[in-house]
């Protein structure tokens, strides 16, 4: 471990995934995945491992959930929800996710479940693999958290984003992000029954 912040961090990654469980089988799949990866790498939860490591991200959520944001992704060009790297100072995924979403869409009264809803993993084709048994391309280990905006929240697009922008959840621009928000949706429905 990196520091006391990292070896937290790791842990906490390790709780959550360990006690979470997939709503499919493919998702029980991924976690299990991600567990014996965190299980393997100390550093797992860091851009340094590599191939592999763990990032974090939100959807976020209208307050009356029909709408989604997501932002343009300035290296991929695509339309994704927040997220990112895992950084030292973190102290949970939750956290990290919460304030990725902070950073990237300029909204500051964000109301973050602390569960996962979906994980995803990914090749990253603009990160750089590492060297020798390492050099496979690398692969995000996306744990996934929904959030709710408050009524009215008007989005500020980052230096990381190309464009930041509310769709309806009925019209996502990629149908990739469909599972994610079907998800995120069901969870926002729960909690607000």
Do not use: I, N
């Not at 744990?143 to 009524?151: D, K, L, Q, S």
């Amino acid at each position: 471990m990196t520091s006391e912040h990292g070896a937290s961090l790791h842990g906490d990654a390790a709780r959550v995934l360990r006690a979470w469980t997939g709503p499919t089988a493919e998702q029980e799949r991924l976690r299990a995945r991600y567990v014996r990866h965190l299980e393997g790498h100390d550093d797992g939860v860091f851009r340094g491992c590599v191939p592999d490591h763990l990032t974090a991200s939100t959807l976020v959520l209208s307050h009356d959930g029909a709408r989604v944001l997501l932002t343009l992704h300035g290296k991929a060009r695509r339309w994704f929800q927040f997220g990112g790297h895992l950084e030292a100072a973190d102290r949970t995924l939750a956290g990290a996710a919460e304030r990725e979403a902070r950073e990237e869409s300029g909204l500051v009264a964000l109301s973050v479940d602390p569960v996962p809803v979906h994980l995803d993993e990914h090749v990253v084709p603009f990160c750089r693999p590492g060297t020798g048994d390492a050099a496979r391309p690398v692969h995000h280990l996306d744990v996934r958290f929904v959030a709710v905006a408050e009524p009215g929240a008007e989005p500020v697009v980052s230096d990381e984003s190309l464009d930041v922008r509310w769709w309806d959840a009925d019209a996502l621009p990629d149908p990739e992000l469909t599972e994610l928000v079907a998800l995120s949706r069901a969870r926002w429905g729960e909690a607000s029954d």
